[in-house]
T-cell receptor, first 116, second 114 residues
Framework: EPEVTQTPSHQVTQMGQEVILRCVPI?????FYWYRQILGQKVEFLVS????????KSEIFDDQFSVERPDGSNFTLKIRSTKLEDSAMYFC??????????????FGSGTRLTVV | SQQGEEDPQALSIQEGENATMNCSYK?????LQWYRQNSGRGLVHLIL?????REKHSGRLRVTLDTSKKSSSLLITASRAADTASYFC??????????????FGQGTRLTINP
């Protein structure tokens, strides 16, 4: 069964450093997403991406965050200057088509980001 | 309260029993989805129910949706130890260009005792 692959599975970084979280969505999917889950809290929407541009972003997704699809397979989330409160599990997801055709997401296993 | 609140927050039952989890939400939705998360792992899509559907089945899973009450329930029949996980409902709204924005609840932690 096709999978969404995320690397690394765990990343530790110092406050103020830049991190790039990588994702390989399912190849025929068109919509890509990043979500995060702070330990013990809800899964929160960060950003959706379609046709090489951001479709929607949440209030969390400020100027410190950016997404990119640098080639035909990778989808990355960059945090320019990490803060302690960015520590969370970051999930990448993709979906084949939009909500009007009622497909669920396929999520990756997540990258646990720890900012120290 | 927030969109997609599950009830109960924790549920512990014996293997073989049925487990029912409920979800309430506030705003209009396109569809509602249920996900499972094993401890420290990713989210696994279980089932999606459209806003114009009332009930859906998938194997041992049964989902209902009542849009007038803005609520949904997930029933797992004949539970197994492997069903132990956290279960989340997520309401989906359309964004521009048709992407789905999911709003997750806090989740129900289900424990199946052998």
């Amino acid at each position: 069964e096709p999978e969404v692959t995320q690397t690394p599975s765990h990343q530790v970084t110092q406050m103020g450093q830049e991190v790039i979280l990588r994702c390989v969505p399912i190849s025929n999917h068109l919509y890509f997403y990043w979500y995060r889950q702070i330990l013990g809290q809800k899964v929160e929407f960060l950003v959706s991406f379609y046709n090489n541009e951001i479709s929607e972003k949440s209030e969390i997704f400020d100027d410190q965050f950016s997404v990119e699809r640098p080639d035909g397979s990778n989808f990355t989330l960059k945090i320019r200057s990490t803060k302690l409160e960015d520590s969370a599990m970051y999930f990448c997801a993709s979906s084949e088509l939009g909500a009007e055709l009622y497909y669920g997401y396929t999520f990756g296993s997540g990258t646990r980001l720890t900012v120290v | 309260s927030q969109q997609g609140e599950e009830d109960p927050q924790a549920l512990s039952i014996q293997e073989g029993e049925n487990a029912t989890m409920n979800c309430s939400y506030k705003t209009s939705i396109n569809n509602l989805q249920w996900y499972r998360q094993n401890s420290g792992r990713g989210l696994v899509h279980l089932i999606l129910i459209r806003s114009n559907e009332r009930e859906k089945h998938s194997g041992r899973l049964r989902v209902t949706l009542d849009t007038s009450k803005k609520s949904s329930s997930l029933l797992i029949t004949a539970s197994r130890a492997a069903d132990t996980a956290s279960y989340f409902c997520a309401t989906a709204a359309l964004t521009i260009q048709g992407a789905q924005k999911l709003v997750f609840g806090q989740g129900t932690r289900l424990t199946i005792n052998p």
